[in-house]
């Protein structure tokens, strides 16, 4: 029979089940609420981390690098119910940003472990590497401008058994991604029970309402397995933290009566039909095998708005000389149409004028006088499926070696439309809603790892893990329909082609690329005397896209005495450009100076892309170095390590580059097609170098307090990067956005509060200073001031089964930093969309939960 919960030190293939596929090692940092006679020291021997050895799982006291361990009950005790926001509430080094109007960013949001971008930090479900997501941030803040990491939002929080974040480079041991770390999510694997949940909340403002329902069920698969399933179903309103601009009001003010209320809506995107499954399933073999399979089925709807496009102004739309006349093309191709004066004019002499043009003469005013607003939605759909066995082969040579054989697919699909739009370059033709193509993103890998446990005269038997890895992965772009990319008969009367705003997918850029690689490694770890742990890890890998690289880890332990240890680690590490990084292709929409600009996002190796000085990516490659302490005694456990990462050839975006007339006529002479509204480019580049270092704070101490118990936790982290080589490709401004947008102190202090049918949480989240930015503009960037928000809930237990609880997070509606007057009504928005507590203020919730 599988034990499904607890660790077996007996059974070498049980054993081996949890750790195989794992080759990092582990400490941990956050506290779990325990029986009330539990001591501090036993509650962190039971704390295990799977992720970290491919020896036995280790205790966290015995781990030479640090790792966070997340209960699946604290996951829980969050109102917001996004993996992303359960994570960054819990972990100070890492943090997540909300996207409002950043095109695809506000589908799918990145993550940032030490500062390091969304694709630094290696994703783990069940020990297996997971796939990312098809949407690629082109509007990151910086940070993760052009960055391609794994959609944690489908991840249930009610799955989860606990979450692992390794706060260590662990690229000799996994591969490509992780530089900064690992976050292993490790699914629920009992048996039996269960539980239901239904949830409401709202903001404090009175908008993203959300109704969520979770379920679990643990059943037995046959009388030697598990089959355990998670639903999550949940529904989330738009919200808006918008002011009305200022060039809508003036359009108001001069008589327009057909301007919206709120011209654009700036805020977190309405999300529909978010479903999520999630099923994990073992069944014990006989003779020391297990057979596994776990997977997903998740998709959900998600819409967000664009900037405003003014009935005036909007170049290439309504007028081609910044608002002096509207732009007028003849339907008939006679020619013989005049743009519209309207400098100065009020709405009713504007109209007059459109209204007595001929029939033939046809200008955008007409069609949408009080401008238009684009929408961008997406379907986003992602699926995963693994397969393995393990166990011990028990004769011939290889009598001894556990085994671990797995198989991994991952599929991620992004349909992209675009709402209350234009094709100019149609004229009136054009449709206003577009189907605007897809990125599909396929990942499969196959692993086999072994571990062979050998006396060699050691206090422990030497542990020597060694296997390969295979995996192809494909990145496709699905073209839109002929409507979103079309170049119409209007093109050469100054109207731009394409679906404003996210032209779509032209068919020449449509396709599949493909990439493949293996990898062999050898991980060896001895517990050499009782106090001293060592470990070596060396991994080749081979791309048949760059070719190959060699990386390495050394860590290791040392038990001063019963209570404290010294821990260090020292790797290389390297992030390989993704093929989606390779092969993108997207135009995305700023604003500048009260101006919109559209911004094609090329391949590097696109011609005009080449032109503006890019060359093909290259992979990154980073070497860290890390110490720390650890204290186990007088009922605390506390753990300080210090960091360092250098990381070589960072990939992110340029800088914008103008595209000339000329140079547009040139490479239209050379044969490529769909660059005629191309103003400006960016491409992905290997253009800079980082130094990132900090310190990790984390200290837990339990007692018997107010007739119940007490936990109480502090995490801090402190965390700087400086750009040490860039170019003008790169920029001051992104630079100053890699070193100043996430704040360099984060800290949480938790207290955790449990009767006999009673509980309390509260947490008190702090953030230090930041460079507040609006609209990825240069010119509009503040210091912007520390903030301290208070989560808490208080749950109720009627009876072993039934609970009900009632929580807020940000307590007392702290504000992010504003945005001056004159800069909120030019954009629309109230405050900076870089700050690091989110924008939308106060949230209060309420829960059920049944458990079976």
């Known amino acids: 029979m599988i034990k499904h919960n607890n660790y077996n030190p007996v059974a070498r293939s049980v054993k081996f089940a949890l750790a195989a596929s794992l080759c990092i090692s582990a400490g941990v940092a956050v506290a779990q609420e325990q029986p009330a006679s539990t001591t501090a020291k036993e509650k962190a021997v039971e704390k295990i981390a799977v992720v970290g050895t491919r020896s036995a799982p280790r205790s966290i006291g015995d781990s030479p690098v640090p790792i966070d361990i997340i209960s699946g009950e604290e996951l829980n005790k969050n109102g917001n119910s996004d993996m992303l926001n359960l994570i960054s509430t819990t972990v100070p080094s890492l943090n997540v940003h909300t996207q409002p109007i950043s095109d695809t960013g506000s589908l799918i949001r990145p993550i940032n472990l030490r500062g390091l971008s969304s ?29 391609q990491g794994p959609d944690l939002s489908v991840i249930p929080g009610i799955a989860m058994k606990q979450v692992e974040v390794l706060r260590d480079g662990a690229a000799a041991q996994y591969g490509s991604d992780a530089i900064a770390g690992v976050i292993n999510f490790v699914l629920k694997d009992s048996a039996d029970g269960g539980s239901i949940e239904v949830k409401q909340g709202e903001y404090f403002a009175g908008d993203g309402a959300s109704t969520e329902l979770s379920a679990n069920i643990g059943m037995p698969l046959t009388k030697d397995g598990f089959v355990n399933a998670s639903m999550q179903y949940k529904n989330v ?52 095998g297990e057979a596994y399979m776990f997977g997903n089925y998740s998709e959900r709807d998600v819409r967000g708005g664009f900037y405003y496009r003014n009935p005036h102004n909007r170049a290439s739309v309504f007028s081609n000389d910044d608002g002096e006349t509207l732009q007028v093309v003849d339907t008939s191709g006679a020619g013989g149409c005049a743009n519209v004066p309207i400098s100065g004019l009020n709405h009713q002499q504007i109209t007059a004028q459109v209204n007595a043009l001929p029939d033939n003469c046809f200008t955008f005013f007409s069609m949408f006088p ?72 396929l990942e499969k890998t196959f692993t086999a790892d072994f571990v062979k446990y050998l006396p060699v005269g050691l206090y422990e038997d030497l542990t020597i893990a060694f296997g390969t890895q295979w995996t192809e992965e494909s990145f496709e772009i699905v073209a839109g329909e002929q409507a979103s990319w079309e170049v119409g008969p209007y093109i050469d009367q100054g109207l731009s082609n394409g679906s404003n705003g996210f032209p779509g997918f032209q068919p020449q850029n449509a396709g599949v690329s493909t990439r493949r690689n293996y990898a062999a490694y050898i991980d060896v770890e001895a517990n050499v005397t009782e106090n001293l742990l060592t470990a070596l890890a060396l991994r080749f890998e081979d791309y048949d896209s760059f070719g190959t690289t060699t990386n390495y880890k050394l860590s290791g332990q040392y038990r001063i005495n019963e209570d404290w240890s010294l821990r260090a680690s020292n790797s290389t590490g390297f992030r390989a450009p993704t093929v989606g990084q390779a092969n993108v292709s997207n135009v995305r929409t700023e604003a500048s100076q009260g101006k919109l600009f559209d911004v094609g996002v090329l391949p590097p190796t696109n011609p005009v892309a080449i032109l503006k000085g890019a060359t093909e990516l290259k992979p990154e490659e980073s070497t860290s170095y890390a110490m720390g302490v650890v204290y186990t005694g007088n009922d605390f456990f506390i753990t300080a390590d210090y960091y360092l990462i250098d990381v070589d050839g960072r990939i992110s975006q340029s800088d914008a580059f103008e595209v000339t007339a000329a140079e547009i006529a040139a490479l239209k ?115 912007a001031s520390a903030k301290v928000t208070f989560d808490a809930e208080v749950s109720y237990y009627i009876n072993d089964n039934f609970a009900i609880t009632a929580g807020a997070q940000n307590l007392f509606n702290t504000e992010p930093e504003k945005l001056s007057d004159a800069w909120s009504k030019e954009l629309g928005a109230k405050y900076y969309e870089t700050s690091p507590m989110g924008i939308n203020g106060g949230y209060w919730y309420l829960k059920g939960t049944y458990k079976f």
């Open 237 to 288: 309103d738009a919200t808006s933290r918008s002011v009305q601009r200022s060039d809508a009001q003036e359009l108001i003010d001069n008589g327009n009566t057909s301007v919206a209320p709120l011209a654009q809506v700036w805020g977190s995107p309405e999300i529909k039909d978010d479903i999520s499954i999630f099923v994990n399933a073992g069944l014990d073999l006989g003779n020391g």
């Open 119 to 147: 694709d630094s930090t290696l994703v783990l479900l069940n020990g297996k590497r997971r796939h990312r997501a098809s949407v690629i941030s082109f509007l990151g803040g910086g940070i993760n401008d052009g960055a």
């Open 370 to 441: 009080g401008g238009f607003t684009p929408n961008l939605g997406g379907n986003i759909t992602d699926t995963s499926l693994a397969i393995g066995t393990k166990g011990e082969f028990k004769n011939s040579f290889l009598n001894g070696i556990l085994y671990d054989f797995t198989g991994v697919v991952g599929r991620s699909e992004s349909t992209f439309q675009l709402f209350n739009s234009v094709n100019a370059s149609l004229g009136p033709n054009t449709p206003t809603d577009f189907e605007t193509g897809k990125y599909i993103q």
């Open 669 to 783: 002479a050379a044969g490529v097609q769909g660059i005629d509204s191309l103003t400006s480019i960016t491409y992905l580049t290997n253009d800079f170098d980082t130094r990132t270092q900090g310190i990790d704070l984390v200290a837990n101490y339990s007692m018997d307090l107010f007739e119940g118990r007490s936990s109480f936790a502090l995490a801090y982290n402190w965390n700087d990067t400086e750009v040490t080589r860039f170019t003008d490709i790169t920029g001051e401004f992104r630079v100053s956005r890699l070193e100043d947008d996430l704040p360099k102190h984060r800290a949480t202090f938790t207290w955790s509060q449990s009767w006999d049918n009673w509980s309390l949480f509260v947490r008190s989240n702090y953030y230090g200073t930041y460079q507040g930015v609006a609209a990825d503009d240069d010119t509009r960037t503040t210091d």
